[in-house]
């Protein structure tokens, strides 16, 4: 069945430095009412992994985690209609982006901006930037999706770009 589904509010503080962004929450995380809530997810065990953290605690501890950590995370999109949790069922023209100008005017640190995925990245070229006063230095890395559905690549790999993006030491 289509139909239009809401993203979450941002997880943030005024000290972030990092913006993770997804596209849009599959279903099991709006169930969950949690960002990235399907277990073959591998967000939580890449950044549980990357920021020395349980990605098997409590959903309030990995979120303090990430924001001990200057990390904010949040979606592209404010909502959509899709069928599916697939990035692919997104109706484009159904989607309305989220209020990045007031977002970042609020975070004046970050400096980064990561994709989780490819869609992630096209929504955001194509819905947020254009309607951007002004970005600042902000480096941008679209990194492989963590999705179960991005099973192709490894999970060594897809860590291994991940800590890369975000400028973390090797500690293996």
Known sequence: MTMRVHSFEPISDAASRVLILGSMPGKASLRAEQYYAHPQ?????????LFDFDPGAAYETRTAQL???????WDVMRSCIRETSLDS???EASIIANPFGDFLNDHPEIHTV?????KAE?????HVLPRL???????YHRL????????????EDKFEAWRA?????DTR
Do not use: H, Q
């Open 114 to 118: 990561c994709f989780n995925g490819a």
């Open 133 to 139: 006063r002004e970005a600042g230095d902000i480096a």
């Open 122 to 126: 096209s929504a955001w070229r194509r």
């Open 165 to 169: 993006a975000l400028a973390l030491p």
């Open 89 to 91: 069922d997104i109706e």
């Open 41 to 49: 997810n591998a967000f939580w065990k890449i950044l549980g992994a």
């Open 67 to 73: 924001r001990a950590s200057g990390i904010a995370l």
């Open 144 to 155: 492989p999706s963590t999705s179960p559905a991005n099973a192709s690549i490894r999970y």
